[in-house]
Nanobody
Framework: QLHLVESGGGLVQPGGSLRLSCAAP????????LGWFRQAPGKERQFVAA??????RPSYGDSVKGRFTITNSGNSVYLQMNSLEPDDTAVYYC??????????????????WGQGTQVTVSS
């Protein structure tokens, strides 16, 4: 059973940066799609970014393009978040999908989810 563990969340001022990490201890992420989603209170879970295990085909939600960068290495995936805005406040979840897919934005593309890490952007 693949177990995902997120870290790196916290409180940051508008315009600041954070780097989220997601690890799968003891489990290789080869041949998986890797994604980040977020969920704000009262809202649906929203696609943020995804990448294939090879590092190919990075994709981003419209609201984070040009500000966030997804990367992966070994059994970890990262989300570098720059120029953070109050609307970025949410619980951020990493996810892994078993198979290569043409589109990694849907929730249904993933079989495994982490428990989430809180990101709060506020002055």
């Amino acid at each position: 059973q693949l177990h995902l563990v997120e870290s790196g969340g916290g409180l940051v001022q508008p315009g600041g940066s954070l780097r989220l990490s997601c690890a799968a201890p003891g489990y290789g992420l080869d041949y998986h799609g890797l994604g980040w989603f977020r969920q704000a209170p009262g809202k649906e879970r929203q696609f943020v970014a995804a990448v294939e295990w090879s590092g190919n085909r990075p994709s981003y939600g419209d609201s984070v393009k040009g500000r966030f960068t997804i990367t992966n290495s070994g059994n970890s995936v990262y989300l570098q978040m720059n120029s953070l805005e109050p609307d970025d406040t949410a619980v951020y979840y990493c996810a892994a999908g078993r198979n290569s897919r043409p589109n990694y934005a849907p929730l249904s593309a993933y079989e495994w989810w982490g428990q989430g890490t809180q990101v709060t952007v506020s002055s």
